[in-house]
DNA sequence: CATCGATCTTACATTTTTATGACATCCCCT
DNA sequence: AGGGGATGTCATAAAAATGTAAGATCGATG
């Protein structure tokens, strides 16, 4: 089921928003203020952010420029006033995806939204397939094969090569691979991560010494390349 | 499109400024005096403004201190003649965000206005991407190529680079490199800075005794400079 | 409740990066 | 032109980050 976090302080439009999408059967979390959306979005994940900028704690500016300083990628969608026009443009510049203007129509609102999902559940999502040099993985049944022959690879595993991958050639941080993979409510040390990558690169690499498709990017974490540079 | 306002009251230098931002593919907008430039931010929202402090009807400074007094960020850019030495002081004091002093350089002033904007624009002002000469850097994925070929850097030079390249055009000290780019607890000597711009140069620069982007500023600092001035 | 596999932690080895100081050179001022 | 401070260059020591392996812990399962 499709998560929505909604965050708003007016009760009355929170109210509104949210009893449209569960009408439209999302799985819809609320929050009033910036500071509880970001535990939220933390703890819940939700597939998209419904934010109102102007907010008490902390503002939705403020929680989208952290959200994407994190790494964070979920799709946001901006609620602002008409007044609001310059924060409007300085949240696009801040990440976030799409904005509505208040007042707005609720059939609007809902067709922002399956649109903002339908992009980012096919652009930006994790992938279902990989491939690359002998390897070959199917992350929906957790099968991964090196030239026809099965790899014994664990959950885990299988989680941090998706994500790493879904970020091909971009650079990704330990701790934001702990905030992803890992999750919210295990905190293990960084060090973990770095043990993990080490045994992913034993099973998929052809020399985990000299790891090709996982590098290790000094002082910074580590990133997924398929194309190798000439 | 991005949108200037430039005010100015001498025709020749708001010719010249306009037509050069024309040519960058700016929206350009203009105004000869404070009370029309006033009204022109009120109704067209610039994102920056070029702005000279003599200027009929109401000074420059007076504007500066009016838009600042609504809360307005703007970013202000004042143009100075070098007489005006003080004023530039209370401008920066009133809010503008950076100067020119008159006679200036085409290519300094679309520099300083570039790097205004991607200051405003993007939260932390730093750049994604750069390319200069044969240069070419992505701090996303933590590559540098030139002509293709891969520049083996370190972290600290990537951030190094990123952060002089935030500041084009304008001397960097080496204490405020200390602090942004090491960080305001760690303290190197000041002397750590100079080895890693050298080595820096000798990874991006063609000639590294004769540098063209980043240059020393003899008892200031360095700068990093994108645009060769003719 | 014992067992097994997965995961996490810790310790140690290795590699890479960073800081420092000595010396050479340059630049600006007189 | 000469002197003093600032900067460039280089080698080396120190620190930090990463790789690796072994053991501890957790949790599901029978």
């Known amino acids: 089921m499709t998560r929505v976090l909604v ?3 007016d009760p009355g439009i929170l109210r509104t928003v949210s009893d449209n999408l569960k009408f439209e059967k999302y799985d ?31 503002g939705g500016l403020e929680l989208c420029r952290r959200l994407r300083a994190d790494g964070d990628q979920v799709p946001i969608l901006m609620m602002t006033a008409r007044s609001e026009e310059s924060d409007r443009v300085l949240g696009l510049d801040l990440g976030a995806d799409d904005y ?23 652009a930006s999502g994790l992938p279902v397939m990989l491939k690359f040099g002998e390897v070959e993985v199917d992350f929906r049944k957790y ?3 090196r030239r026809g022959k099965p790899i014994e690879m664990t959950r885990k595993e299988f989680d941090l090569l998706r994500f790493l991958a879904s970020r091909e050639d971009t650079v990704v941080t330990r701790d934001e691979l702990l905030n992803k993979v ?5 905190f293990p040390v960084t060090r973990t991560v ?6 992913l690169r ?12 996982i590098q290790t ?6 990133k997924f390349v398929l194309q190798q540079p000439e």
Do not use: C
Request: charged residues 25%; neutral net charge; without cysteine.
């Open 7 to 9: 965050v708003e302080d």
């Open 28 to 58: 819809v979390i609320t929050a009033m203020d910036g500071e509880t959306a970001y535990k939220l979005q933390q703890s819940h994940r939700p597939d998209l952010i419904v934010l109102d900028l102007m907010l008490p704690r902390m």
């Open 100 to 122: 509505v203007t208040k007042p707005f129509s609720v059939p609007e609102l809902m067709a922002r939204i399956r649109a903002l999902l339908r992009r980012s559940s096919s």
């Open 143 to 145: 099968v991964a094969r």
């Open 182 to 186: 890992w999750g919210f409510d295990s």
């Open 194 to 199: 770095d043990n993990h990558v080490a045994s």
């Open 202 to 213: 034993s099973k998929i690499e052809a020399d985990a010494a000299r790891p090709v498709y």
């Open 217 to 222: 990017v000094h002082g910074v974490g580590y």
